[in-house]
Every structure is written in structure tokens, then in C-alpha cells.
């Protein structure tokens, strides 16, 4: 390319290298990582308007936790599939037959992070994140519930979708909540439910 155009490019490198920032976590941060280490199971629900950086604190904190985030996003219209699972046709790689198989939902694999086939507890726990929880559909959040009420650190949930099978946590699997304000000023839970509501 002509020397001009070499030119405009390093520049325009240049000028997005200036403008790269670094994650600088809130103090709230260090509060977060106390609360899901406890023994205790928490469940923490974090409010704010969108873009002020919820997503981006659990993310910080799976990384410096060494956790693995498990992310779902609700909105009014989704299924219970992506949460809880579901049966799907597989091809058997021996007889080239089709069979039917479950398909764990990030639920499953949000609470089974960690664990061995036998359940034992070999991994680091995972963390189950739901953004937008505001905007969960009834039936999903009826399926939550369970999951949500215990206070065991072992949490329990049964997967009706796949013969009311029991799934059993690690006992350091950790739930987090987000839901957006909306530019209302909603401060609490309520405010961040009537605002999904009133969308």
C-alpha cells in the first residue's frame, strides 16, 4: 500500500493501543470474594443500570477465584431447556444408530463443576450466573426456587426433564444474580422486578 496509507494505519493502531484501559475492580470486589468463599451457600443479587459493569465483576471475580463462570441471560420468550436440559437424538459413533440422550443444561453443569462421576469433589466449584434475572419466565424461576431456597452448601435440584433425576452439588458452587434498574433508580430488588415488568 502507498506510504500514506501505511501512515493512517499506524496511527489508527496507535491511537486504539492509547485507548485500551485495564479492569479496575470496585471495592466492593474483595467484599464479593469473602461472601462465596464462606461456608455458607450465599446467593448474592447485584442491581445496577446497564453498562455499569455487574457482567463484568463476575467475570473479574471467576478469574481471580479460579472458578468457572457459567453465564444465562433470561428474557421473557426463553424455554427451560438452556437452563435445566433436554433429551436430543445423538448419532452412536459404534453402530451409526440414532439414540436419545440428555443434554445437561448450565444448571447441571454449573453445579456439577468440580465433581466426579461418583460426585466426589476432586475441581474448583463453579459459579452459576443469571443476568436479567428480572426477566426470568415464571416456569424457569418455578424450577429455580428449589435451587434457590436451600441453605445446604450442597445444593439440590431435580431434573424433571430427564426423569426426576437428582443432581447434588459441590459443596463451594456459588449462585449470582444480576438484574438492570433501567435508568428508574431502582435500588432494590423490587425496583429492578417492576422495572423488567413494566419493559
Known sequence: PPRSTQSRSSAASDVYKRQQHTYV?????????SVLKDEASHIVWLVGPTQCGKSALVKYIGREMGRKVF???CRGDMGSELFFGEKTVAIDDSTKQNH??????????????????????VGAPG?????EIAACPPHIAHGLNRLFESD????TIVIAEDGGRV???????????????CGRGATDMNSALYAAQHD
Do not use: W, Y
Open 71 to 73: 453465564q444465562i441471560n
Open 152 to 155: 445446604d452448601p450442597k445444593r
Open 167 to 181: 443432581v447434588r452439588s459441590h459443596s463451594g458452587f456459588r449462585i449470582i444474580l444480576a438484574a438492570n434498574t
Open 25 to 33: 475492580p470496585p471495592r466492593i470486589a474483595s467484599d464479593l470474594m
Open 100 to 121: 436419545i440422550v440428555f443434554q445437561k443444561g448450565v444448571v447441571e453443569q454449573a453445579m456439577t463443576e468440580g465433581l466426579d462421576e461418583q460426585g466426589n469433589e
Open 127 to 131: 459459579i452459576l450466573f443469571i443476568d
